[in-house]
């Protein structure tokens, strides 16, 4: 867990760009266990890492050439039309430099995120963003983005001066 969690935070901080750090951007994190069957359906500009303990059926598409799926250390080619598709067990990780989608039906998933994107679970199971505690699964999408930062003066009331001329 320790080690899934370091590959995370060094995947979030290759996706956060300086670019988007000037725009406030950055990567959120998304973490999801399943307890039983499962579906998970992540889209977005994202980084996945994560342990398909029982077979699974696993689907990523995205641009060809702008991602890259491992299992236990084994690339997985894209076809043509850039969809890897696989029933598997094993060790995941998934780059991206481009949005992809990424489908995983399974039982016991343990799969972490990072980037930004959406998510939507199907089954039973808990879910942590961006470090929160862990909560079940919504029957609604999920944002994976930073969490809101509060900077200097937010929460804080305007001051006015006036000026005087004399």
Known sequence: AVVAAVALAVAAALLASPA?????????????????????????????????????????KGRPGAFRVTVDGEVQRPNRRGLVRLLTAGRLFVQSIAPVRIRIQGA????????????????????????????PWPGTPILIKPTPRRGRGQGQTPTTSTSTRG
């Open 20 to 60: 988007a750090a000037a725009r406030g951007g950055g990567s959120g994190q998304l973490h999801v266990v399943s307890q039983g069957t499962a579906y998970v359906d992540v889209q977005g500009r994202v980084v996945a890492l994560g342990v398909l303990p029982q077979p699974s059926r696993l689907e990523v």
């Open 108 to 135: 016991d998933l343990d799969v972490s995120f990072a980037g930004r994107g959406q998510a939507f679970l199907s089954g039973a199971g808990t879910y942590s963003l961006n470090g929160s505690a862990d909560e």
